[in-house]
Each structure stands twice: as structure tokens, then as C-alpha cells.
């Protein structure tokens, strides 16, 4: 069993390596065609464990930017409500 950071450098080093071969760059590595990855597992270049850990450690990574992304966003959109709410205030006083 590979455990530890090395392990997991290792995991990664190993997909990203295959990765270059996708067709796609934006490829998850799940369900594409032309998926190098997949390739590798079905062909057993791939430790299937391996794959799993770094889907899963993948989902990790995004669960927790794409909640960033999302506060990030609804920052965005409270300060251009409170822009147009300060806009209007001003072309109430003004008239
Ligand atoms: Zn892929």
C-alpha cells in the first residue's frame, strides 16, 4: 500500500503524466472518449486504487473552490445590488 504525502504526489504525478495524452484538456478522466486515463486503467497501465484515490481527493479540491467560487460570486452580486440601491437613493434625493 502507497500512503502518505509521497503516495499522494505520486497518484497525482502519475494522472497528470496521462493527462497530457487526453483529448481534451479540460478532461475529467471519468467518462470521456479519447480519455488517456481511461485508457491506462482499462488497459491495467493504471492502479484502479490509485484512480480512485485521486477522484476522490479530486472532489475535495473542487467541493472546497467551488464553494469559494460561489461566495466569491454572491459577494459580486451583493455589491452591484448595493450600487444600484445607492443610485437610486441618489436620483430620489435629486429630484
Ligand atoms: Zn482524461
Do not use: P, W
Not at 505520486?10 to 496521462?18: E, P, S, V, W
Not at 486503467?41 to 492502479?47: F, N, P, R, S, V
Not at 460570486?73 to 455589491?79: A, D, I, L, S, W
Amino acid at each position: 500500500m502507497i500512503d502518505g504525502e509521497d503516495g499522494l504526489q505520486g497518484t497525482f504525478d502519475a494522472i497528470a503524466a496521462l493527462a497530457k495524452d487526453c483529448r481534451f484538456a479540460d478532461c475529467t478522466h471519468t467518462r470521456e472518449s479519447g480519455c488517456a486515463v481511461a485508457e491506462a486503467l482499462e488497459k491495467g497501465l493504471l492502479d484502479k486504487g490509485l484512480y480512485n484515490n485521486y477522484l476522490k481527493l479530486r472532489k475535495e479540491v473542487e467541493y472546497f473552490t467551488s464553494t469559494k467560487a460561489e461566495s466569491h460570486k454572491k459577494n459580486r452580486e451583493f455589491g452591484r445590488m448595493a450600487k444600484a440601491y445607492q443610485k437610486f437613493q441618489k436620483k430620489g434625493c435629486s429630484e
